[in-house]
């Protein structure tokens, strides 16, 4: 018996010749497709990833993404539940995402792509436990207090504007407070509004705090 | 509940020894064993910039007497004895009189 054995090539040798058979023909200018025709196809198809992309971004971008995982829903946002911006007189609620995601795209995916730490603890459960959260509730706060203030609070300020404060309508402390402090630029509502939605870790040390 | 009293305008005590009531609004104000957000304005070094009343310098003592540097652990949950006032209709009625109150009242040439 003499047969010409055509020796069984392994998986990444295949896939290595298909890998340069498309390179081949990627490289080469298309003899079937007009120019025209491949910028159109190019231009729907950048539009439909580009509207996939967004779409996904947003589905990440809700309170039922947010508290999908227990570390936030059984956590952060519990606590949330009891404070103003969740149950108040006009029913206008905040969200996960109002205060914690900018709304301007370049900033939002800034702060998208710090997020991929958060997958990081997730992975390994950095705060999986209530006990673990507690120990990290100061670091995290400090991170967004962080943030806050170098954005000049710009998540309150997307609701709160102070040049739509309307000063006659406020209690007399909180204008003594707003006209010497916020309208002066000399502090930005995270300076003094700090564990407004969530409880707050151990003060102590915290400027402006026992 | 009616809201609270937020006026900021202190009101008198009833007698000498009465906590001083307080004339703001209390709501979400975290008084915990992290913080107190009560002493973020109280405090004595916070009183410059808040210029609000500083705490009593009697919540600075133990109960052995003994002055501490800062707020004593037993005075530090404040509205144990601090509240805020809700303008409501009272049930019963109050029929309190102050000491002053009082001694108006006695006639002329009595002993004060």
């Known amino acids: ?210 | 509940m009616t809201p609270e009293q937020n006026s900021s305008v202190r009101e008198p005590r009833n007698y000498p020894e009465q906590p001083p009531v307080i004339p703001h609004s209390t709501e979400g104000y975290e008084v915990s064993v992290n913080a107190n957000k009560c002493l973020s304005c109280h405090a004595r070094t916070r009183v410059r910039e808040s210029q609000a009343p500083m705490i009593s310098i009697t919540h600075f003592s133990d109960r052995d007497g003994q002055f501490l540097a800062s707020i004593s652990p037993r005075r530090y949950f404040c509205t144990q004895c601090h509240v805020p006032q809700h303008n409501v209709q009272i049930p019963v009625d109050n029929d309190f009189v102050d000491i002053d109150t009082v001694l108006k009242g006695a006639a002329p040439g009595r002993p004060r």
């Open chain 1, 1 to 210: 018996m003499t047969t010409t054995e055509v020796p069984k090539l392994s998986f990444w040798s295949r896939a290595l010749s298909f890998a340069r058979e498309i390179w081949a023909v990627l490289i080469r200018p298309s003899s079937i497709f007009s120019l025209g025709f491949l910028v159109l196809a190019g231009f729907v198809a950048g539009v439909i990833f580009w509207g996939a992309f967004n779409t996904a971004l947003e589905l990440t971008n809700t309170e039922t993404f947010c508290i999908s995982c227990h570390e936030m829903r059984s956590n952060v946002a519990e606590e949330l539940k009891t404070t103003i911006h969740y149950n108040n007189r006009s029913g206008v609620r905040a969200h996960c995402p109002d205060c914690h995601v900018p709304h301007e795209w370049t900033h939002k995916i800034a702060r998208k792509m710090q997020a991929s730490k958060e997958v990081w603890g997730k992975l390994f459960g950095t705060i999986n436990t209530r006990e673990k959260f507690l120990d990290h509730r100061l670091e995290l706060a400090i991170h967004e207090w962080a943030r806050m203030k170098a954005n000049d609070s710009l998540e309150c300020r997307n609701c709160h504007s102070a040049q739509s404060m309307d000063t006659t309508r406020q209690s007399p402390r909180a204008v003594e407070a707003h006209q010497r402090f916020l309208f002066t630029g000399q502090k930005t509502c995270i300076d003094c509004h700090k564990g407004i939605a969530h409880h707050l870790p151990d003060m102590r040390n915290v400027p402006g705090w026992q």
